[in-house]
C-alpha cells in the first residue's frame, strides 16, 4: 500500500503563487511517473502536470509557463510551483503516482492523495 500526502494548498489573489507538495510513502519497489491531477465544481479530472523518474515533465498548455514540477526520487517528493495564478486555476489537486509493488515486472498500480484546495479569487 502506497499513501501520498500533500501540502500547500490554499487561497491566493490572481496573480499569486503557490507551491504544491506531496510525499509517497509505503511498500513499493519504485515509482515511475508522479503528478499532479485537479478536478474543479462540475469538470472532468485533468491531468495537470506529470514527471518521469528520469525528470521528464509534461504539462497541459493552460499551465505551461506558469508552473514548475519538480521531483526528488530519493525522497519519494514531488512538488508543482503554481505561478502567476487565475481564477480559473481554482480545483482540488491531487498527487498522484504509478508504482512497481515487489519489481519491475509488478507494475503499475495508480494512487492519488485526498487532495488539497486551491482557490484564487479575482
Known amino acids: 500500500q502506497v499513501q501520498l500526502v500533500e501540502s500547500g494548498g490554499g487561497l491566493v489573489q490572481a496573480g499569486g503563487s503557490l507551491r504544491l507538495s506531496c510525499a509517497a510513502s509505503?511498500?513499493?519497489?519504485?515509482?515511475?511517473?508522479m503528478g499532479w491531477y485537479r478536478q474543479a465544481p462540475g469538470m472532468q479530472r485533468e491531468l495537470v502536470a506529470s514527471?518521469?523518474?528520469?525528470?521528464?515533465?509534461h504539462y497541459i498548455d493552460s499551465v505551461k509557463g506558469r508552473f514548475t514540477l519538480s521531483r526528488d526520487n530519493a525522497k519519494n517528493t514531488v512538488s508543482l510551483q503554481m505561478n502567476s495564478l487565475k481564477p480559473e486555476d481554482t480545483a482540488v489537486y491531487l498527487c498522484?503516482?504509478?508504482?512497481?509493488?515487489?519489481?519491475?515486472?509488478?507494475?503499475?498500480?495508480?494512487?492519488y492523495g485526498q487532495g488539497t484546495q486551491v482557490t484564487v479569487s479575482s
Open positions: 509505503g511498500r513499493f519497489f519504485s515509482i515511475n511517473d
Open positions: 514527471i518521469t523518474s528520469g525528470g521528464t515533465t
Open positions: 498522484s503516482a504509478d508504482v512497481c509493488g515487489s519489481s519491475y515486472y509488478d507494475c503499475p498500480y495508480y494512487y
